[in-house]
């Protein structure tokens, strides 16, 4: 194949990836989140225990693929809502300051603008979950919900070992924040 052909190949095949692409959607510096099939030990249970004016937990259980999530709470103000919920990077502080949880868990450098397209949660935030999987409108939440892009394997980006759980009311403030700890299996 003579050079011309191999570089019009090459050019046809990238006009084509853009003009099949939609332009609104935002991936991450890193590119999109891919799904996570290597949890050490399925079935790992850690808890994000609330115990103030919001009661209940959020329990992430590794699955054959990604994160199997439970969110159980209430005390969500209903006027104050919808309610997003995310990953932050860090736990909560002694002090409870959910401020110093720090930012989402943003592993692939994506940001959290423009919103979240839930049609395409691997272009998401990792920790933007109700981006992905709709927000919560209080006072009682039950939700159930799989995220293959969450991981309890500490070299997957999506690690949510030892980071928090923050509810946002409608005004962006945070409400509620409890950190995920590993429970403990007695054998």
């Not at 990238?14 to 799904?35: F, I, M, Y």
């Not at 439970?70 to 401020?99: F, M, R, W």
């Not at 592993?107 to 949660?121: A, L, N, Q």
């Not at 946002?168 to 299996?185: P, Y």
């Amino acid at each position: 194949m003579h050079v011309f052909s191999i570089i019009a190949l090459l050019g046809a095949a990238t006009l084509g990836a853009t003009q099949g692409s939609n332009a609104t959607t935002v991936t991450g510096k890193l590119g999109d989140a891919k799904p996570v099939r290597n949890n050490p030990v399925i079935g790992e249970t850690w808890v994000a225990t609330f115990d103030s004016t919001v009661k209940g937990r959020v329990t992430a259980v590794a699955a054959t693929v990604g994160i199997n999530y439970t969110i159980d709470v209430q005390g969500l103000a209903v006027d104050k809502g919808p309610y997003k919920y995310h990953i932050h990077l860090h736990p909560v502080p002694e002090s409870g300051n959910c401020t110093e949880t720090g930012g989402h868990l943003d592993s692939y450098e994506r940001g959290d603008t423009p919103p979240c397209d839930s049609s395409k949660p691997q272009t998401c935030e990792v920790g933007d979950l109700s981006g992905k999987y709709g927000t919560v409108p209080g006072p009682v939440v039950m939700k159930e919900f799989n995220d293959p892009y969450t991981a309890l394997n500490k070299i997957q980006l999506g690690y949510i070992g030892n980071r928090s759980i923050v509810f946002h009311d409608a005004s962006a403030a945070r409400i509620a924040c409890a950190t995920l700890v590993k429970v403990e299996t007695i054998c």
